[in-house]
């Protein structure tokens, strides 16, 4: 058992202390929020994420999981620290490292014998060192510790899974007695370990993430190819994913990528590429064709209702992507927000997203309790998120409840010959018209 802390309990310090709980280590929580950690240490978990309550819930009574607003404690009870606050972008588009930096500072003033810190947040290449610096600088005594990069690649909706049964564990030091630690740590769970240096542990997490977004936007780009041809991109893309050397997934043509992550780490790799002198050109495409693909849905929306003003649009999925209630940066934000600006009268349905909704629509769209609520006299439907319930909907009774009959999916849930023999105009992506 080791002892570990956390510091930033948000999606991905929650699931990683839980986790590490769970895999038999000491785990301390810690949040500058007080509201989030005191609903924490009543067993309220503030996200929605499967499995998660459960493993939180025996982990507390295990005694092997605690949350804490004090760092102090963290630092003073744990041997390895991650740091998992958020990374924002600046306007600029460069991460933010603002709140990195104030917790490095923080653990250097606090520490009193040799720790592992560890980042676990996606930072730029080069912020381990300037951590290591911020350390050296802040730690009063002249004591031992080693930084270590240990990005993280779960997925929202998903994340317990992708921690416990990772494809990989990717950690970045410069020191045996760190990779020891670092080993024993994760020896519980099955994954090949990759040690590399620090700088490449920072690479391989932003080359992760914008090799998926390439992924994306390139299906997105077939996708449009073959709306103009008259092909179907769903059979292209089985048919590319067969091949091993291309893989299945990231294959799915949408309304884009969104979500707290691939848009900010796509525009911090343009950034960190710039300024170390090379123009990444392909991700600025693949960014390019992102934003082309939410312009293109919304020209497609106003192309088969023609004038939006007045009319009733209802709306089934919010969240960034099924299986999570998190909407930063999800697609239905821009295309609601533009709806709405043209006058269109929107109702909203979400399978768990709907108090998240709240804060970010107030009151400017109307918020139902059902699939059928939203479609009730509704002039159109949109489907923004995948959610695996509206592929069980009673389309018949959708049909009867639509003033007109037209579905807009901007996921591409159902099969377009069958819609259209249920007597839907369906209009979907990249599936010729
Ligand atoms: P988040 O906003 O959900 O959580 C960050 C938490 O840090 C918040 O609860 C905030 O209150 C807390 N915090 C901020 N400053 C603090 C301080 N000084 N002391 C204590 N707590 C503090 O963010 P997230 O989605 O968990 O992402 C965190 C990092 O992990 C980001 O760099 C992100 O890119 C990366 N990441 C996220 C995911 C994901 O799926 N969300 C996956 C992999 C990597
Ligand atoms: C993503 C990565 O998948 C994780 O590996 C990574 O750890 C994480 O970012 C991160 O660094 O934070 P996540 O943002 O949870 O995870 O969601 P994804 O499953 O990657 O989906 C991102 C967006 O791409 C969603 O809007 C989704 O709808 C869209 N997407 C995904 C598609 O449009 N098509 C696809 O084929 C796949």
């Not at 040799?114 to 996606?122: D, G, H, R, W």
């Not at 020891?180 to 542990?201: G, N």
């Not at 710039?274 to 693949?286: A, P, Q």
């Amino acid at each position: 058992m080791r002892s570990v802390s956390i510091i930033g309990t948000g999606y991905v310090g929650l699931v990683t202390g839980t986790c590490l709980a769970e895999i038999g280590h000491k785990v301390v929580c810690v949040d500058s929020n007080k509201e989030k950690i005191r609903k924490l240490q009543k067993g309220v978990i503030p996200i929605y994420e499967p499995q998660l309550e459960e493993l939180v819930h025996k982990n507390k009574k295990k005694e092997r999981l605690f949350f804490s607003t004090s760092i102090k404690r963290a630092v003073k009870e744990s041997e390895i620290i991650f740091i998992c606050v958020h990374t924002p972008e600046k306007d600029n588009g460069e991460p933010d490292l603002y709140y990195v930096e104030l917790v490095a500072q923080k653990i250097a003033e606090l520490m009193r014998e040799y720790k592992v810190i560890v980042s676990k947040s996606t930072m730029p290449v080069r912020t381990g060192k300037k951590i290591k610096e911020t350390i050296k600088n802040y730690c009063s005594n002249e004591l031992e510790f080693d930084v270590v990069s240990n990005p993280e690649f779960l997925r929202e909706g998903s994340a317990v899974r992708d921690f416990l049964f990772p494809q990989r564990i990717v950690i970045g030091l410069e020191s045996k007695r760190a990779e020891r630690i670092m080993r024993d740590l994760y020896r519980p769970i099955r994954a090949p370990v990759l040690i590399t240096s620090i700088e490449t542990a920072e690479i391989i997490k932003h080359s992760c993430n914008a090799f998926l977004a390439t992924k994306i936007s390139f299906i997105n780009a077939i996708a449009n190819l073959c709306e103009k041809v008259g092909a179907d991109v769903e059979e292209v893309a089985r048919a590319m994913g067969l091949d091993r050397r291309i893989g299945r997934e990231f294959l799915k043509a949408g309304i884009g990528y969104g979500g707290s992550c691939l848009p900010k780490d796509i525009e911090a790799f343009v950034h960190i590429a710039k300024k170390s002198g090379y123009d990444f050109e392909l991700l600025r495409v693949v960014q390019k064709i992102n934003k082309q693909q939410r312009d293109m849905f919304i020209s497609r929306i106003k192309e088969v209702l023609w004038n939006l003003r007045g009319k009733q649009i209802g709306v089934l999925g919010l969240s960034f992507k099924p299986n999570t209630d998190d909407m930063r940066n999800a697609p239905s934000v821009e295309i609601i927000n533009r709806l709405l600006e043209e006058g269109a009268v929107i109702k909203v349905y979400d399978p768990v997203a709907i108090s998240r909704a709240k804060d970010i629509f107030k009151d400017s769209v109307r918020y139902c309790r059902s699939a059928y609520e939203v479609a009730q006299d509704s002039e159109s439907l949109l489907i923004l998120t995948e959610w695996e319930e509206f592929r069980k909907l009673d389309l018949g009774r959708i049909r009867n409840l639509l003033k007109v009959k037209v579905i807009i999916d901007g996921r591409n849930l159902f099969d377009p010959q069958k819609m259209r023999k249920k007597g839907f105009r369906y209009i979907c992506i990249g599936r010729g018209r």
